[in-house]
């Protein structure tokens, strides 16, 4: 198959392949889901991470 | 204008093209509002290439692919467990969890992460001081990787310039501190990689004559593995190797495994997941990062493996692809890339590296650093207390780390970038793979737990690695020196298999055996820990 000897090979491939389409078919199926509010804590982490970013 | 001329204007022009991006991005984000604000009206698209920029380097390029050439396309399950774990899984199952509990606890670094969760300095300190000292191993293999290519595209250079050549541009890309984190450089960086890489696929199927063609003049070589690489375990490049041989070890464990896994508990990596501004961000991430680490590793390893075909059947070489390098697996992309490749595309392939090499060098300088500023000294010894000194212990911290990669980078041998990243992942998986699982997933796991795992992940792997495991253990010598022989498993299974098949399920046990037994983690700590979810 595939002009590979090996099952376990080709196997491989195929499985790179299908992995990849289930990224491809969560991140559609999810686009538009898990958007968050802005807690306070995010809004330290934020300052710190900037405050941090800054200094090095 | 010769090669180089013309090369060197297209770098030069590139460089400034990233820092324009980076000062750009930098400007848009002045101030917290801005930064939190900017990840909601960015596209998407520049959003999730950015984090493959920071995941693929040139060591997955030229190291890993370079692999696939003496291995064979059984690297693709590698390619299989970087799309499965090091996307899927890591995004959708660690990653929106990591986010909530690292702004929750206000962390910033991977140590500090797994410090504050469990409530320990000394995880901090250990896990930052360690990450300190190993990490440049890691970014030796990048340097190497993009010394390499430097070296086989120009007749002039030798590997000792080159490799001076790529840290001068990284010293100042790296030093221009603005540019961290800002997703545009990266963005840009992941579309050059992806085009590059998509035009190297291309390009090398339709040379070799179409996908399955190419595929069966691999298979049809077989009978060409050299009787040294017959003997231990080499079968064909489109077979795996003999269950149970050597190189069948180290193949399954060392690189599949031992990468495949490690990628989970990576201290540059995991920081990316703190600094997106929602899960739907990650959702997104997920489509294009599957997208783009196929488009890389997937397309490295097979072109790596088509690439005796090539030497062999189309060069006046008529030899595979081990011999035309002399044996160095490291030079096997860029002699590649520099025989069957037009000129134009050598140009692109350069720029597609050094943007595969910047991106993730910066990260892992910055990662060092931190790690020996923030949290060894500053968070750890200091006890939080900063000093005017601080800021500069971070900034000792990139350069000694810098010093430290060059040393490794001129004193490596050859083939030996995806070992070298390979020890630096396994011991990643092993130090924090079970304490980052319970972080997420345990509110069981104590802090003595988390302690007895990191500590025995590091010195399980570091004894496995001098006393048992005989590729490095010969090569390190110390073995030799007090028991009087290469391993002390030598002649056995056992001085072939990788650290992190023996020393990661330990680590595992010790952590949830010690967490039965001690004192919990008090309710409103862990309280605060998982808030919001």
């Known amino acids: 198959m595939l002009g590979i000897a090996d099952p376990q090979i080709w196997l491989a491939y195929v499985l790179c392949i299908l992995s990849t389409i289930l990224c491809v078919y969560y991140g559609a199926k999810n686009w538009d889901k898990g958007d968050e509010p802005v807690y306070p804590e995010d809004v330290t982490w934020a300052e710190d991470e900037k405050k941090a970013t800054a200094e090095n | 204008m010769d090669n180089f001329a013309i090369l060197t204007v297209i770098v030069v022009v590139y460089l400034f093209v990233v820092a324009y991006l980076g000062y750009y991005g930098y400007r848009k984000t002045k101030n917290a509002t801005d930064y939190l604000v900017a990840g909601r009206s960015t596209h998407p698209y520049i959003m999730a290439l950015s984090y493959g920029a920071t995941f693929i380097s040139t060591s997955a390029i030229v190291g890993f692919g370079g692999a696939a050439a003496l291995f064979g396309m059984g690297l693709l399950w590698l ?56 990490m440049p191993l890691y970014a030796s293999a990048v340097l190497i990787g993009a010394a390499r290519f430097i070296e086989n595209t120009f007749a002039g250079v030798n590997y000792n310039t080159a490799i001076l050549i790529y840290t001068l541009i990284i010293c100042a890309y790296v030093l221009a501190g603005g540019l961290k984190g800002v997703m545009y450089t990266d963005a840009l960086q992941g579309t050059i990689m992806f085009v590059g890489m998509l035009v190297l696929a291309v390009y090398t199927y339709s040379t070799l004559g179409g996908v399955i063609d190419s595929h069966q003049a691999l298979t049809n070589m077989a009978d060409k593995v050299p009787a040294k690489l017959a003997a231990i375990g080499h079968q064909g490049w489109t077979s795996m190797p003999a269950l149970g041989s050597p190189l069948w070890w180290q193949l399954v464990s060392t690189i599949v495994l031992g990468v495949g896994i490690g990628v989970l508990a990576q201290p540059q990596l995991v920081v990316r997941f703190m600094t997106v501004k929602s899960s739907r961000e990650l959702n997104r991430a997920v489509l294009s990062g599957g997208i783009f680490i196929l488009a890389m590793t997937g397309v490295a390893f097979v072109v790596g493996a088509l690439s005796n075909v090539f030497f062999y059947e189309h060069t006046a070489y ?107 992942f396994g011991f990643c998986a092993t130090m924090f793979l079970p304490s980052f699982v319970g972080a997420l997933f345990w509110k069981g796991m104590t802090r003595a737990g988390a302690v007895s795992s990191v500590v025995v992940g590091f010195f399980g792997s570091a004894c496995w690695l001098l006393f048992v495991h005989q590729k490095e253990s010969e090569a390190l010598g110390l073995c030799k020196l007090v028991f009087g022989k290469a391993s002390l498993a030598a002649g056995t299974v056992w001085a072939m298999v990788d650290p992190i098949v023996v020393i990661l399920p330990i680590s595992f046990v010790v952590a949830f055996g010690v967490s039965m037994w001690t004192k919990k983690m008090p309710q409103e700590h862990l309280d605060a820990c998982f808030k919001h979810m």
């Open chain 2, 79 to 134: 390619t299989f467990l970087n799309i499965f774990f090091g996307i899927f899984i890591a995004f959708v199952v660690f990653g929106k969890r990591t986010r909530k509990i690292g702004r929750n606890l206000d962390a910033h670094t991977f140590p500090e992460f797994l410090g504050r969760r469990f409530d320990s300095r000394f995880i901090q300190g250990f896990a930052g001081i360690t990450v300190f000292l190993l």
């Open chain 2, 318 to 424: 008529k030899a595979i692809s081990l011999a035309v390098a002399k044996g160095n697996i490291d030079s096997i992309i860029p002699l590649y890339v520099n025989s069957a490749m037009p000129v134009w595309f050598v140009y692109l392939f350069m720029i597609t590296l050094l943007s595969a090499a910047m991106s993730t060098s910066s990260s892992q300088f910055h990662t060092m650093g931190s790690a020996f500023g923030r949290d060894f000294f500053e968070k750890t010894l200091f006890r939080g207390k900063q000093f005017l000194y601080t800021v500069s212990l971070t900034r000792i911290g990139i350069v000694l780390g810098v010093i430290a990669t060059v040393i490794l980078g001129y004193n490596l041998p050859g083939s030996v970038i995806a070992i070298a990243t390979a020890i630096f």
